[in-house]
């Protein structure tokens, strides 16, 4: 019983569990099933992952394999850049250097001149100064009484009666006459002096000053008239031949003791008659002489030291004269001589590729400029029977000039606009275009600021265009006078060159401030109304500088000097009185629109305001022949434009003429210091001219340029040539451009 009662619960539970099993069999069975398939999903997807992350680490080795060869690629392309930079970067430091080297050498030349003339002129200072001091000595008394001898036996010969002399002869019936001596003249010598000049004017007073500085020597004032016989202006005019490099030492004659030696011992003192003023009033550049009855309008007259000027104005009583340099060591009181020569500049090849000042005289530093030729800076113009028709063009390598307004050699084309239009960047263009043609080009400025012009100078050095220029500048800072005579000294240097068979292009940068410059002089002058002063006389101030521009005639010369006058208006105004002046003288004018220039359009040339008067007389014939229809176009274009801009519906005809004249626009654009080949301009214009450029977009206009012309140098070089023989272009020529700007259209 104890064993039935022991094992009751174990069977009880053995019958639960079995009662559990049967009944929860089916649950179980799905449990481990389900467990089952999540444990071989679990194995799938980890299988699936391991074959993902295998082909990870695939992808990732091919990644790396690729990054790692693209990695020496860029660094290899990296290296090959490194190195072109650094080739660039040693070019680039190689010119540099070159150009501080030229620098350098030119700066130690300016420096080398600079120190021998100084060392020229002070030891000539110093030698005259000892030869005055032994002159004095006693030794040389006997000659020294001899030359007082030999100046009473001579001065006869030399006597003349100015007419302020006579004047004063017939009012009073006696002259005065001052003998200045540098010892007392013994009484025999006085006597004999008293008996000639009593001949020569009648009754005479002397009256004797004793001055030692004259060393040696008389010297006699008769009004204004002097007759220097002394030792002391023997040694002056000796210091003047110095000052003015006669005496330099040069490589044949590099002693510089030696040539003073030989110029002293073929010194004779002679006795030189001149006429001197004194000087009453100086202000701004302008100073008024009192003397020198018989000065001569535009004579040169020496002040004490280097100081020159310019008679401008003969008054009743004094004169005016513009100072041309410093003045201020002048003072009122102070003597000024005559010189008895019209103002003029040196001339000659020897001027070719120097920057030299309104007188001429080089601020280049490099060196003096060895000519012994000059030229008056006003001279008459040519005449009707010394001129020649313009009919040879002379290229300015700009389309929109040379297509447009042609210029011709001896032509007068006036540029004018507003500030910063454009105006000096025309003009240097065409400068630069004279490469290899054979014309000489003058650059005158005139008022711009030295930095300016020290720019334009260094551009056309950098283009190889000062070997056939000379440039004079009379910058801002100047006075008046050489704004004034700057013009016509750049005339004078031109008209040599025309007068012995030369083409020159003379550029006046800007005459408006030349016509400023002159109307302070007159202000300053107080010239009275009339032809000759402001503003009546600005039409004649500016008409007797570009008349000298002309083409000569075979027996006059056979030059040409063609002008390009600049000339700035104020807010457009081309009616102002300069403007108009200059205008009214000139072959036509090339007018520059502020609106085009800040839109882009450079040259902003506007074509209705712009012409020349010679026309097609100055074309190519192959320019002619291309460019008939283009000033129409473009002036039909900017009418319409400024009207289609407030309208909406227009007409096929007005769309294609914007079209056209759009394109027209953007091909002649033209960016500064690349002036085209006249060859180069046909190609292109007359492409355009044909419609090849209507059906491509304004702003691949200039590519489709480059490309016809790098098409038409690789398979058509005889165009060049065709062009510059100034004939029209034949059918075949025609066709094969067609022909050449078909492919190019199809190509781009």
Request: charged share 25%; aromatic share 4%.
């Amino acid at each position: 019983m104890e064993f039935l009662r022991a094992i009751g619960p174990v069977f009880n539970f053995l019958l639960l569990a079995l009662a559990l099993i049967f009944f929860t069999r089916k649950q179980i069975r799905k449990l481990f099933q389900e467990r089952r398939d999540r444990i071989a999903d679990a194995l799938g997807r980890a299988a699936d992952a391991q074959d993902q992350a295998r082909h990870t680490a695939e992808d990732i080795a091919e990644a790396k394999q690729a990054a790692d060869a693209e990695a020496h690629a860029q660094l290899a392309e990296t290296k090959a850049q490194a190195e072109a930079n650094t080739a660039a970067a040693d070019a680039e430091t190689a010119r540099e250097a070159e150009a501080v080297r030229r620098g350098v050498a030119q700066t130690e030349a300016q420096l080398r001149s600079d120190m021998e003339d100084r060392v020229s002129d002070a030891a000539i200072g110093r030698i005259t100064a000892a030869t005055a001091g032994v002159l004095a000595q006693d030794a040389f008394a006997p000659a020294r009484a001899a030359l007082v001898d030999e100046f009473v036996a001579n001065i006869g010969a030399h006597l003349t009666t100015q007419p302020s002399d006579a004047l004063t002869l017939a009012e009073t019936g006696t002259l005065t006459v001052e003998v200045e001596a540098a010892e007392p003249l013994p009484a025999a010598a006085l006597d004999a002096l008293t008996d000639t000049l009593t001949r020569a004017y009648g009754h005479v007073t002397c009256m004797t000053t004793v001055r030692p500085e004259l060393i040696g020597g008389v010297c006699l004032r008769i009004g204004d008239t002097h007759y220097d016989g002394t030792l002391r202006h023997a040694l002056d005019l000796l210091e003047q031949d110095a000052a003015n490099s006669a005496l330099h030492t040069t490589d044949e004659n590099p002693d510089l003791a030696a040539c003073i030696r030989d110029r002293l011992a073929d010194t004779h003192v002679a006795i030189d008659v001149f006429q001197t003023g004194i000087v009453t009033s100086l202000s701004d550049g302008i100073c008024r002489v009192r003397g020198m009855a018989d000065v001569m309008a535009g004579e040169l007259l020496a002040f004490d030291g280097t100081l020159r000027g310019m008679v401008m104005d003969l008054g009743r009583e004094d004169i005016g004269v513009v100072l041309l340099g410093p003045y201020g060591h002048l003072q009122e009181g102070d003597r000024v001589r005559r010189t008895g020569q019209i103002m003029s500049v040196p001339v000659g090849d020897e001027m070719i590729g120097r920057v030299v000042d309104a007188l001429g005289r080089p601020i280049d530093g490099h060196g003096p400029i060895r000519t012994t030729e000059r030229r008056a800076i006003e001279s008459p113009a040519p005449g009707v029977i010394a001129r020649k028709g313009v009919s040879v063009p002379l290229q300015t390598g700009i389309k929109a000039i040379d297509a447009l307004v042609p210029i011709g050699r001896g032509q007068r084309e006036l540029i004018i606009g507003d500030r910063q239009t454009g105006k000096t960047a025309i003009a240097i263009d065409a400068i630069l275009n004279q490469k290899d043609t054979g014309v000489l080009c003058i650059y005158v400025a005139i008022g711009q600021k030295e930095s300016t012009v020290a720019g334009v100078v260094q551009k056309l050095r950098d283009h190889g265009a000062m070997a056939y220029t000379t440039v004079v500048c009379a910058h801002a800072s100047e006075s008046a006078p050489m704004l004034y005579i700057a013009p016509y000294a750049g005339a004078a240097i031109g008209e040599h060159f025309m007068y012995h068979g030369r083409d020159v292009l003379i550029v006046y940068d800007d005459l408006s401030k030349q016509a400023v410059a002159y109307r302070e002089i007159s202000l300053l002058l107080q010239r009275p109304p009339g032809r000759e002063a402001y503003p009546g006389d600005v039409f004649y101030l500016h008409s007797r500088l570009l008349e000298r521009a002309a083409r000569l005639s075979e027996a006059a010369g056979g030059g040409s000097m063609t002008a390009l006058p600049i000339i700035e208006t104020q807010a457009g105004d081309i009616s102002a009185y300069i403007p108009t002046n200059v205008i009214s003288i000139t072959d036509g004018q090339i007018f520059l629109e502020t609106d085009l220039f800040h839109a882009g359009v450079r040259p902003a040339i506007n074509v209705g305001l712009s012409v020349s008067r010679v026309g097609g007389a100055a074309q190519l014939g192959a320019m002619k022949q291309v460019a008939g229809r283009l000033r129409m176009d473009l002036a039909q274009y900017r009418e319409l434009a400024s009207f289609a801009q407030f309208g909406s519906d227009l007409d096929k005809a007005t769309r294609d003429t914007l079209a056209r004249g759009s394109r027209m626009t953007e091909l002649l654009k033209q960016p500064q210091y690349a002036p085209m080949d006249a060859a180069d301009q046909v190609a292109v214009l007359f492409a355009a001219g044909e419609g090849y450029t209507d059906s491509i977009a304004v702003e691949d206009v200039p590519h489709y340029a480059d490309a016809l012309l790098a098409r038409i140098h690789r398979t058509y070089p005889e165009l060049h040539a065709l062009v510059h023989s100034g004939k029209k272009l034949p059918p075949e020529a025609l066709e094969r451009l067609r022909t050449l700007a078909d492919e190019t259209l199809k190509n781009l």
